[in-house]
Each structure stands twice: as structure tokens, then as C-alpha cells.
């Protein structure tokens, strides 16, 4: 793609009418002469620098999800590193296991825990696959698909 044109083909580069006329575009730092129908309105040079600024300001979902993810696992690792051995140790013995499992197995043995979204963690470190959906039991759950997994 030539360099002067936008994705539309559009001269990105313009020579002004008067001094003054140009701008500067934030993203590729090139002077721009504002299209006369969005003067006061044009901010970028062109369509591929608005684009690749939305893009760097909007991180798609899965970035979205891994930094919540990972921000909420932080909030309580301790607890998140006793549910995965709970997970493990069930694995070894049932093959697959959920998250109703390990909740069930830290309640008979007697482990206190404050539920929150670090949960969502606990098969998300390697060694895990994904097996299905199934229903959840605890009452809180209303009944959602939570995933069952198994070792890899």
C-alpha cells in the first residue's frame, strides 16, 4: 500500500490551502490537511491510524479476560494454590473433575474460603484440558455450565 494514501486511497498528505491548515496525526506523528466536511471534527490522518489507536486503547476480549484473570488470582493465591492441588489430587482419582468438585472436597475437609472470581482460575494453569460442560450444582450458580476438565 503506498504510504500517502489511506485505506480508501485518500492522500493522507495534503498541501494546505493556507498556514495553519494542517495537522499533526497522533498515531504516525505525519501532518495531515483535515478533509473540508470533518475540519473541526479529525483528529487522525487517515482511517488505519484511528483504527490501529482504537485497537491499542481497546484490547480485544481475551486480553480482557487474561488481565482479569489474572488480577482477581492475585487477590487470593494462597486459596487459588490449595484449590489446584484439591483439582489435581481429585483428577488423579476420578480422571475428570469441576469446580463443584473441588468446592465439595475443600468443604469436607474443612477449608474455609471466601468464593469470588479468583475460582475462575484454578484450571487455567498448563496441564489441564478441557473435557465439557455440565451443570452446577452449588446453589449459587443457578445451575450455569461450568467446565469439566481432566490432566493432560
Given at each position: 500500500?503506498?504510504?500517502?494514501?489511506?485505506?480508501?486511497?485518500?492522500?493522507?498528505q495534503a498541501v494546505p490551502i493556507r498556514s495553519g491548515d494542517t495537522r499533526e496525526?497522533?498515531?504516525?506523528?505525519?501532518?495531515?490537511?483535515?478533509?473540508?466536511?470533518?475540519?473541526?471534527?479529525?483528529?487522525?490522518?487517515?482511517?488505519?491510524?484511528?483504527?490501529?489507536?482504537?485497537?491499542?486503547?481497546?484490547?480485544?476480549?481475551?486480553?480482557?479476560?487474561?488481565?482479569?484473570?489474572?488480577?482477581?488470582?492475585?487477590?487470593?493465591?494462597?486459596?487459588?494454590?490449595?484449590?489446584?492441588?484439591?483439582?489435581?489430587?481429585?483428577?488423579?482419582?476420578?480422571?475428570?473433575?469441576?469446580?463443584?468438585?473441588?468446592?465439595?472436597?475443600?468443604?469436607?475437609?474443612?477449608?474455609?474460603?471466601?468464593?469470588?472470581?479468583?475460582?475462575?482460575?484454578?484450571?487455567?494453569?498448563?496441564?489441564?484440558?478441557?473435557?465439557?460442560?455440565?451443570?452446577?450444582?452449588?446453589?449459587?450458580?443457578?445451575?450455569?455450565?461450568?467446565?469439566?476438565?481432566?490432566?493432560?
Amino acid at each position: 500500500m503506498d504510504d500517502s494514501l489511506d485505506l480508501f486511497g485518500m492522500p493522507i498528505q495534503a498541501v494546505p490551502i493556507r498556514s495553519g491548515d494542517t495537522r499533526e496525526c497522533p498515531e504516525c506523528r505525519r501532518p495531515f490537511l483535515p478533509y473540508k466536511r470533518a475540519e473541526g471534527r479529525q483528529v487522525f490522518c487517515g482511517t488505519e491510524c484511528r483504527v490501529r489507536a482504537w485497537k491499542r486503547d481497546n484490547p480485544d476480549g481475551a486480553d480482557l479476560k487474561a488481565r482479569g484473570k489474572t488480577l482477581a488470582a492475585d487477590r487470593n493465591p494462597e486459596m487459588l494454590q490449595t484449590f489446584r492441588r484439591l483439582a489435581r489430587e481429585l483428577a488423579l482419582e476420578a480422571g475428570e473433575v469441576c469446580i463443584d468438585d473441588v468446592r465439595a472436597r475443600a468443604e469436607l475437609l474443612g477449608i474455609r474460603y471466601e468464593s469470588g472470581n479468583w475460582i475462575g482460575s484454578v484450571f487455567s494453569e498448563p496441564g489441564w484440558q478441557f473435557v465439557r460442560y455440565r451443570r452446577a450444582t452449588h446453589a449459587s450458580a443457578h445451575a450455569r455450565p461450568v467446565g469439566v476438565w481432566r490432566l493432560s
